[in-house]
């Protein structure tokens, strides 16, 4: 490992003769009696070995964590008699030679080499020098001559550094560490230099704990999305005894033993679990994951090693992030990390302390794939003492939705024919490459010895070609006894008495080809034939002419939709698009939609007629439970499964039925055959606004969304006073908020609808959002302040509470409402711009109560501009008394627009100003009077110019649009040629004063 034998011949033997334990001893900075001797006969070039390992150990930060260790792991050194340098009297390489001649059979070679390569040894001085400014080291020299004289003079014994102390020993260099007892002063000295280095090193060691733990929580806040647990989200949960199979030890009725349970006990990293579409493949990957029987087997295969499990469903209507690779590998690391929190420096070694100041993470940092998949390896090569198993279902719903833009649309368009039944639900070029990529990810793994993955997926081709030869089985070829037995228990609940029950179980298990949820449609449909009077005869005849296959233009989900009257396909379109649009614009692990917001949402966000107003304004506010709406919502349920042919289902969370169904509703040519182009919502932002709409009046009739009902209900703590606000609030409400929220940012809100539209909803959720909040908690008659925001929002150490609607619109990037507010003068005081401003500047960023979900605030443009061109001041200091110690422990207070901005270009804040055009920012501030020689002070107590804020903050961040640098750069330039002017003229008019005085 050490460098210096490369180049210094005989070093090698130096280094390798070291006994290992010497070497712990030595770079942890204690050195017991014991090694004295071992340590003496270095000839103290021990020393220089010991600098040689750390500068090479420093060098691997990057590329190999282990052999890092050293570096990272040292608290400090005691060098005793290394020469570091050449004196006055003696050239370095003459005293090295000296000091090499004394051992007993001095290194013949070493000696050659030490004085003409002692240029070699200068350089690693500085070296040295430079990696190790965060330790503590002491140099120690002798203070007495042998018979030849000083070995290593005082001069030679120290060198300049970080944190570089100096003592003495009274003896000679073959001495120093030769003691005759304990009471030796030579002994006694040693010990205080001990006690004294790491008395330093535990003076900075709760500081270096801190960073430690807030470094690790800042990583793990970055790699956490609101789908990650992805887990919690999938499918149902099995019906009883339908899974059993899997862990039991015997064949089925209709395969061989399962080997899945003999895989969790041996060596085999990867085990393929395939089925076909809806054959419940998901099912059972959730009840193995959670499954008793196998975990104790796994915790066989750890042989007493810690065991950790973390599973990973890609979940198509959870949003872009839930079915990429990006954030398969956040929620796996999550996962780990979070119980193994050690392994935070591991995986992502270059934000934890190396010698240099390290860079603050980011999201452009972090969560790259590049980065991700580094971090991945370096945390399963880490798990030394643990073993993991991994859980990963629905690799044929992973996609590449980074590389999206890559492709043309004939490569992303949907081919809906093949072979099989599971290609004909839909493939493209796009969706085979990224099939293809996540193949080559799990095959990687394949041999690990600390790790294991069981994997699911649709049996395609690109599966099946890469996965063959793999431990594992195909789900429907085990599910006949599961499906029997599941055909049997709901036909004798919910049909009591049905002639030829057996026979008809039977039939059903034999024609269902291992798929349950086609299993699951037609025990629905002869239950609801039963409970109608249908003959026996009849029902034989239902279940003949039910087609086998769900998917195509025969198959049983357009049959089922078929059936939908002609008179009802507009408004069935509409509910459709509406689940569809849902699921895409909500959190996931949200609510669903209620089925009474779902029929407020079909109805529009406008009344009837050419010039008819919003719908929202006409609900009078009057909360009702749910269960006093059951008038309502079972009348609703009905028309629900009449309008969808059974393809939405549900009541207090209405989704499709299967992902397969709304697959299928997919697919162009199945849209266009069911539904004329007129019928339902003709854009996606009239669904968007329709959506906003029937939420907001779900909310006027919706007694749980209330803080009474939270606190009825005991969810809520009781309070009196709307301060301090420290209860949570209902959960359905903080869900629905942030969904509307959602839909209500970004820049192009109001490009086809009129703006006014959004604005009015945009109040009318502020409105009644109050009014739930007050309901039978706080005293209406009294006119104040909204206090919702306070009590959905969060109040920490780094976040504010929003106060008003233009500051939550602000800081969840409704630019568009800002902008029309401020335009219309209707800032509810005089301060609000100023504190606009602030806020603005500082990015804030606000959390939901109890949902873990948030928004930040970035620097806009465009606000900026407004409030500028209205005469805001960028020079005029912050007084609002919420700004004190959110940063920091910094108060904002005192301070200016512009120093803020550049504070955080300095600080390394700067991943809060990513999402804007950073540069463009300070040149609109520049260009409206901020003052160029302003100076801020940044955390390290340092003062700076805007030109070093603004260099600090290129050199942290890459990938910046500079397009307005070359400006930035002239405005700077150019003021301070007019201050240096200034000067000169005001230098000249004072010497003519001083002429004509005298």
């Known amino acids: 490992m050490l460098r210096m034998s490369e180049s210094l011949p005989g070093a090698t033997t130096q280094a390798s003769s070291m006994p290992s334990s010497l070497r712990a001893k030595i770079v942890s900075g204690v050195i017991p009696a014991r090694y004295w001797k071992i340590w003496r006969d270095f000839e103290s070039l021990g020393g220089l070995v010991v600098k040689e390992a750390l500068i090479t150990s420093k060098s691997y930060v990057e590329r190999h964590p282990t052999l890092a260790a050293i570096a990272v792991n040292t608290m400090g050194i005691i060098f005793m008699g290394t020469p570091h340098r050449g004196s006055k009297q003696e050239e370095y390489g003459d005293i090295l030679a000296k000091v090499a001649g004394l051992a007993r059979r001095p290194n013949e070679q070493l000696l050659r080499t030490l004085k003409p390569n002692s240029n070699i040894l200068e350089k690693q001085r500085d070296e040295f020098t430079t990696i190790s400014k965060d330790l503590v080291v002491f140099c120690v020299r002798e203070e007495l001559s042998t018979a030849i004289g000083l070995i290593v003079p005082k001069e030679s014994a120290i060198y300049d550094g970080y944190n570089v102390r100096t003592g003495a020993i009274h003896a000679n260099h073959m001495d120093m560490v030769k003691f005759a007892a304990r009471t030796d002063p030579g002994y006694e000295r040693t010990l205080g230099f001990i006690r004294e280095l790491l008395n330093l090193r535990l003076v900075g060691q709760d500081k270096t704990i801190k960073f430690q733990e807030d470094r690790q929580q800042e990583i793990l806040d970055l790699l956490k ?53 809806a054959s419940g493949k998901s099912t059972l990957m959730k009840y193995i994951y959670y499954d008793d029987t196998v975990h104790a087997a796994l915790e066989e295969w750890a042989h007493g090693r810690k065991l950790l499990k973390a599973g990973y469903f890609f979940i198509e209507r959870a949003g872009d992030l839930a079915k990429c690779r990006e954030g398969m590998l956040r929620s796996l690391l999550h996962q780990i990390l979070k119980e193994q929190r050690h392994l935070i420096a591991v995986a992502f070694p270059s934000f934890f302390p190396t010698g240099k100041h390290p860079p603050r993470p980011t999201p452009e940092t972090v969560n790259t794939w590049e980065s991700l998949s580094t971090a991945f390896a370096a945390t399963l090569e880490g798990l030394r003492d643990s073993r993991v198993c991994l859980f990963i279902d629905g690799l044929d719903e992973y996609r590449m939705m980074d590389q999206l833009a890559q492709y043309t649309p004939d490569q992303i368009e949907l081919i809906t024919e093949g072979s099989n039944d599971d290609a004909a639900w839909g493939t493209s070029e796009w969706i085979v490459d990224g099939h293809l990529q996540i193949a080559e990810f799990i095959l990687q793994h394949r041999g690990r010895p600390n790790s294991k993955i069981c994997f699911s997926s649709r049996l395609l081709n690109v599966f099946e070609a890469r996965f063959r030869g793999l431990p594992g ?38 024609k269902s080809l291992g798929v349950f949820l086609w299993v699951r449609l037609v025990i629905d449909r002869l239950i609801r034939g039963n409970d109608n009077g249908d003959k026996v005869s009849e029902l034989w005849d239902v279940l003949e002419k039910i087609p086998q296959k769900l998917n195509g233009k025969d198959g049983l989900y357009m049959k089922m939709l078929e059936n939908i009257r002609k008179e009802d396909r507009d408004e069935a379109a509409k509910l459709f698009q509406l689940v569809k649009h849902w699921d895409e614009v909500s959190l996931a692990g949200a609510p669903r939609m209620d089925i009474i917001t779902l029929f407020l949402a079909e109805e529009g966000y406008l009344n009837a007629g050419e010039n008819g107003g919003l719908r929202v304004k006409n609900d009078k506010f009057s909360p009702e439970t749910w269960e006093a709406l059951r008038y309502r919502w079972s009348r609703l349920q009905r028309r629900l499964r009449s309008r969808c042919g059974g393809l939405l289902e549900g009541t207090k969370e209405v ?125 209406h008659s009294k006119p104040s302040r909204p206090i919702w925001f306070e009590l959905l929002f969060e109040e920490e150490n780094t976040q504010l509470s929003p106060k008003n609607m233009t500051e939550l619109a602000l800081a969840c990037g409704m630019r568009w409402y800002v902008i029309q507010k401020l335009r219309r003068n209707t800032i509810t005081s005089k301060a609000q711009p100023t504190e606009l401003l602030g806020l603005l500047a500082i990015g804030n960023q606000i959390r939901y109560r109890g949902i873990g979900f948030g928004h930040i605030s970035n620097p806009s443009r465009k606000i900026m501009e407004v409030l500028l061109m209205g005469g805001m001041d960028p020079n005029l200091e912050l007084q609002d008394p919420r700004l004190a110690g959110k940063c920091s422990g910094r108060s904002w207070n005192g301070m200016t627009v512009w120093t803020v901005i550049l504070w955080k270009l300095s600080d390394g804040y700067a991943r809060l100003l990513v999402e804007e055009r950073v540069f463009a920012v300070v040149e609109l501030l520049l260009t409206h009077g901020a003052d160029p020689a302003a100076r801020v002070r940044t955390d390290s107590g340092r003062f700076i110019t805007p030109a070093v804020a603004i260099r600090n903050y290129l050199r942290e961040v890459q990938g910046l649009d500079l397009t307005a640098y070359p400006k930035v750069v002239a405005l700077l330039h150019d003021a301070k040629r007019e201050g240096e002017e200034t000067e000169e003229g005001e230098e000249t008019e004072e010497s003519g004063s001083e002429s004509e005085d005298r």
Not at 478 to 504: P, V
Not at 732 to 744: E, G, H, P, Q, W
């Open 225 to 277: 999305f609101p789908s990650m647990n992805s887990l919690e989200l999938s499918d149902k949960p099995a019906h009883d005894g339908t899974c059993d199979w899997i862990v039991a030890n015997h064949p089925t009725e209709t395969a061989d033993q399962p080997q899945f349970m003999p895989w969790t006990r041996n060596d085999e990293s990867l085990f393929w679990i395939s089925g076909k579409a």
């Open 473 to 510: 089985l195909q789900i429907h070829r085990y599910t006949a006894g599961a499906i029997k037995k599941y055909c049997t228990e709901r036909l004798e609940e919910e049909a009591r008495g049905m002639e030829d029950l057996q026979a008809f179980v039977a039939a059903v298990t034999n």
């Open 655 to 779: 989704q499709f039925m299967h992902l397969t169904a709304k697959e299928f509703l997919s697919q162009k040519r199945w849209w266009s055959h069911l539904f004329e182009p007129q019928q339902g919502f003709l854009s996606t932002e009239e669904a968007r606004l329709a959506l906003i709409s029937g939420q907001i009046r779900r909310f006027k009739c919706c007694a749980e969304a209330t803080m009474e009902y939270w606190r009825r209900e005991g969810l809520a703590e009781p309070a009196e006073q709307p301060e301090p606000m420290t209860r949570i609030p209902p959960m359905f409400l903080c869900y629905a908020v942030a969904s509307i929220l959602i839909m209500l940012r970004g820049d192009t809100i109001g490009s086809a609808v009129d703006s006014n539209v959004y604005e009015s909803l945009a109040d009318e959720l502020d409105v009644t959002c109050d009014k739930l909040i007050r309901v039978g908690v706080f005293d």
